[in-house]
Antibody, heavy 119, light 107 residues
Framework: QITLKESGPALVKPTQTLTLTCTFS??????????VGWIRQPPGKALEWLAL???????RYSPSLRSRLTITRDTSKNQVVLTMTNMDPVDTATYYC???????????WGQGTLVTVSS | DIQMTQSPSTLSASVGDRVTITCRAS??????LAWYQQKPGQAPSLLIY???SLESGVPSRFSGSGSGTEFTLTINSLQPDDFATYYC?????????FGQGTKVEIK
């Protein structure tokens, strides 16, 4: 059974850097075809894809946020970390991590974590 | 970026109705299209992948069709548990993109 759980601060100040951790179980991020992605959803709005890291270490980012995002993995801890710099109130959203498998996109999601950006 | 446009944005229906949601891509995504269901306060869950393949555990009243730029999600005999928001997502190319969502409401 695949599970994922996001953790990180609920509140960050404008201009600060957000660090979110996705801790997962039930799969190995070293397996070919497997990946972990981050997706966010502002309150009452649609889903927005942010970044994806594959089992081979390849990383992909949203072009509109590329300069602010970094995704890394720690296969020994079964964790994926997303950092987003220069946070702004418009970045207030629920942030989800999700398991990605070849052909099926995001088939398992974490519960999400709400991040509010406010001074 | 590939733009994904869903219609309608909101749909009012009754239990037992057949419901169809359309998703159009600004360029071909072949069959790399997924549908998700999201209920209030919950994470999205995968319903359909590769345009028409039913995810394990998803009721057979859900079906998907299409390829290229036009896709549909159909719910046969709408059940109370199906009132939710539905999103399409292309995974043919980066950046991955989602539709704006279709909210299925009780009529």
């Amino acid at each position: 059974q695949i599970t994922l759980k996001e953790s990180g601060p609920a509140l960050v100040k404008p201009t600060q850097t957000l660090t979110l951790t996705c801790t997962f179980s039930g799969f190995s991020l070293s397996t070919a075809g497997v990946g972990v992605g981050w997706i966010r959803q502002p309150p009452g709005k649609a889903l927005e894809w942010l970044a994806l890291i594959y089992g081979d270490g390849d990383r992909r980012y949203s072009p509109s946020l590329r300069s602010r995002l970094t995704i890394t993995r720690d296969t020994s801890k079964n964790q994926v970390v997303l950092t987003m710099t220069n946070m702004d109130p418009v970045d207030t959203a629920t942030y989800y991590c999700a398991h990605r498998i070849t052909d099926r996109s995001f088939d398992s999601w974490g519960q999400g974590t709400l991040v509010t950006v406010s001074s | 970026d590939i733009q994904m446009t869903q219609s309608p944005s909101t749909l009012s229906a009754s239990v037992g109705d057949r419901v169809t949601i359309t998703c159009r891509a600004s360029q071909s995504v072949r069959s790399w299209l997924a549908w998700y269901q999201q209920k209030p306060g919950q994470a999205p869950s995968l319903l359909i992948y590769e345009a028409s393949s039913l995810e394990s555990g998803v009721p057979s009243r859900f079906s998907g069709s299409g390829s290229g730029t036009e896709f549909t999600l159909t719910i046969n005999s709408l059940q109370p548990d199906d009132f939710a928001t539905y999103y399409c997502q292309q995974y043919n190319s980066f950046p991955r993109t989602f539709g704006q969502g279709t909210k299925v409401e009780i009529k």
